[in-house]
């Protein structure tokens, strides 16, 4: 079989070329994940043909897929295909729809889902965490696991972490937000850290809904914890 880079570049660029695929990853190319059923419905295509691109599209690399209960999200597979995609736009000449989300904006800016923190917020939290080391994916289908660094940081917030460990449950793992269609911080880790959250009156649960309200303290903590702007 051929692995030159040549051969390599010509499987892949096939890949995005076609119209339906193409159509695909530059739904994608904002950072939001989508179900199979969703990418058929932008594409004009049958779930079945969907499911069939997506297939190709992994298998080349294109698009990761991240399994949660019955559903299975869709996103690009790394910056650099995202950076590709970009440099492609910009030789067509075309803009960039940019995802927006129906959801109210009391539940999307934070919430709860389950027992751990969803919406904007959370969501932001979540990159954080990984965009300072804290959380490093030990593979796709087991999750997240603790850096030094990260150790560190979330005992600092007064989590115990043996203890979160030796919970019949999953530790932390990447929990698909579907307002934001980006991952927030599920697992026990994540049940922990909205439980630091109520009890630092970071945000306050409201009691007809899932909506959390985030408190002005609650702003500063985020600011001055994580440099996050609230």
Not at 144 to 159: H, K, M, P, Q, S
Not at 202 to 223: H, K, P
Request: with cysteine; glycine share 8%; hydrophobic share 45%.
């Amino acid at each position: 079989m051929n692995d030159s880079v040549e051969w390599q570049v010509s499987r892949i660029a096939a890949a995005i070329g076609e119209p339906t695929r193409a159509r695909i990853l530059y739904c994608l190319l904002d950072g939001h994940s989508r179900t199979s059923t969703e990418l058929a419905i932008v594409s004009e295509v049958s779930p079945s043909t969907a499911s069939d691109h997506l297939a190709r599209l992994k298998g080349e690399g294109l698009v990761a897929v991240l399994a949660q209960g019955k559903h299975r999200y869709y996103s690009l597979d790394g910056s650099n295909v995202a950076a590709a995609l970009e440099a492609l736009t910009v030789v067509a000449g075309q803009p960039n729809h940019k995802f927006v989300p129906s959801t109210p904006s009391r539940l999307r800016a934070a919430r709860t889902c389950y027992d751990h923190m969803a919406g904007a917020v959370a969501v932001a939290l979540h990159d954080r965490f990984t965009r300072l080391g804290w959380l490093v994916i030990e593979a796709r289908d087991t999750g997240y696991v603790l850096t030094r660094e990260g150790v560190t940081a979330f005992a600092n917030l007064g989590i115990d972490l043996d203890a979160t460990r030796a919970l019949r449950r999953r530790f932390a793992f990447p929990c698909m937000d579907w307002s934001e269609r980006r991952p927030h911080l599920g697992g026990a880790l994540g049940a922990a850290l909205l439980k630091v959250a109520i009890k630092g009156r970071w945000v306050i649960q409201d009691l007809d809904s899932r909506a959390l309200t985030i408190t002005a303290s609650g702003r500063r903590e985020l600011n001055g914890r994580f440099g996050l702007k609230a």
